[in-house]
């Protein structure tokens, strides 16, 4: 359990609706990536809407199929990728929250203080 000393880091992982029963049940898992890292990523805050273009590009689906899995996860298992804000990892992580992608960015939008 986080809290234990370690560092934990707030990360966004983007899904497809397919997916949110067993991510829900299971926890996201690096075994089911399809990419070749066999890894799950994930991004910080300020790229998910980068990440969401990117699955919607990948998978050819709408906004309207994709999630937002807000996870904490122990920074010490996050590998950074070479771009700031991006990062994978082989350890299964449950989301604290799975919320339909269109409602997510409004609300950031919405109660952003940036």
């Given at each position: 359990?986080?809290?234990?000393?370690k560092?934990?880091?707030?990360?966004?992982?983007i899904?497809?609706?397919?997916?949110?029963?067993?991510?829900?049940?299971?926890?996201?898992?690096?075994?089911?990536?399809?990419?070749?890292m066999?890894?799950?990523?994930y991004?910080s805050?300020?790229?998910?809407?980068?990440?969401?273009?990117?699955?919607?590009?990948?998978?050819?689906?709408?906004?309207?199929?994709?999630?937002?899995?807000?996870?904490?996860?122990?920074?010490?298992?996050?590998?950074?990728?070479?771009?700031?804000?991006?990062?994978?990892?082989?350890t299964?992580?449950?989301?604290?929250?799975?919320?339909?992608?269109?409602?997510?960015?409004?609300?950031?939008r919405?109660?952003?203080?940036?």
């Amino acid at each position: 359990m986080l809290g234990d000393g370690k560092f934990s880091l707030v990360v966004y992982h983007i899904t497809i609706a397919e997916n949110v029963r067993g991510i829900h049940e299971l926890g996201i898992l690096p075994s089911m990536a399809k990419g070749k890292m066999g890894a799950s990523w994930y991004v910080s805050l300020r790229n998910v809407e980068w990440a969401a273009i990117h699955v919607m590009n990948d998978k050819l689906v709408t906004p309207h199929d994709l999630y937002v899995c807000a996870t904490m996860t122990n920074a010490e298992d996050m590998y950074k990728f070479f771009r700031p804000g991006f990062y994978y990892t082989y350890t299964v992580y449950h989301p604290e929250s799975i919320t339909p992608f269109m409602f997510f960015l409004h609300n950031e939008r919405t109660f952003s203080y940036e």
